[in-house]
Nanobody
Framework: VQLQAFGGGLVQAGGSLRLSCAASGRTFRNAVMGWFRQAPGKEREFVAASMRNAANTIYADSVKGRFVISRDNAKNTVYLQMNSLKLEDTAVYYC???????????????????WGQGTQVTVSS
């Protein structure tokens, strides 16, 4: 079972990027899928989550209205569309998954069992 995140890069403030996280090894239709990020010198923080079967989505206040999490269960892939990027969005972004999370726990990184490698997002002025 593996998660692989990609799609990061360098973008100017105000621009957009779409991150992808491809899951392999089993179907992730029934998994909670999350995105977290970690900036240098800071703790890993929650960005967004998609509940099982895309039943619901949850966002951090800092990205609400700018980022959209979505998933394609047929492709076992979750996306993070990032719009109106700000300098403070610069971080390494990680995708995560867990099959047993409840909604009240999705913002807590230690509750996720599966993690992908990070992908760097750098927003420049």
């Amino acid at each position: 079972v593996q998660l692989q995140a990609f799609g990061g890069g360098l973008v100017q403030a105000g621009g957009s990027l779409r991150l992808s996280c491809a899951a392999s090894g089993r179907t992730f239709r029934n998994a909670v899928m999350g995105w977290f990020r970690q900036a240098p010198g800071k703790e890993r923080e929650f960005v967004a989550a998609s509940m099982r079967n895309a039943a619901n989505t949850i966002y951090a206040d800092s990205v609400k209205g700018r980022f959209v999490i979505s998933r394609d269960n047929a492709k076992n892939t979750v996306y993070l569309q990032m719009n109106s990027l700000k300098l403070e969005d610069t971080a390494v972004y990680y995708c995560a998954a867990d099959f047993n999370l409840i909604q009240s726990s999705v913002r807590t990184s230690r509750m996720y069992k599966l993690w992908g490698q990070g992908t760097q997002v750098t927003v420049s002025s």
